[in-house]
């Protein structure tokens, strides 16, 4: 889960920065969606209830 949470915040900043020319702006604009994920992000791990990773395919059992 914090892996993925790690490369969604990149991408929110670098369109924040992206978007505004200056920096102060754009941490501004970026802060505004991150709180709130971040906030749900915490409770649905206190809960148990954040989406589990895919798992990867099972193997045939050799015969």
């Known amino acids: 889960m914090g892996a993925n949470l790690a490369m969604r915040d990149g ?3 670098a ?3 992206a ?3 200056a920096v102060d ?3 501004t ?3 505004k969606i ?3 994920c971040s906030v749900e992000a915490a409770e649905e ?3 148990g209830t954040a989406p589990s990773p895919p798992t990867a ?3 045939p059992s050799p015969t």
């Open 19 to 21: 978007a505004h020319a």
């Open 57 to 59: 395919p099972s193997r």
């Open 29 to 31: 604009a970026y802060e």
């Open 34 to 36: 991150l709180i709130p």
């Open 25 to 27: 702006d754009a941490v």
């Open 15 to 17: 369109q924040a920065l």
């Open 45 to 47: 791990a206190a809960e």
């Open 11 to 13: 991408a929110s900043l």
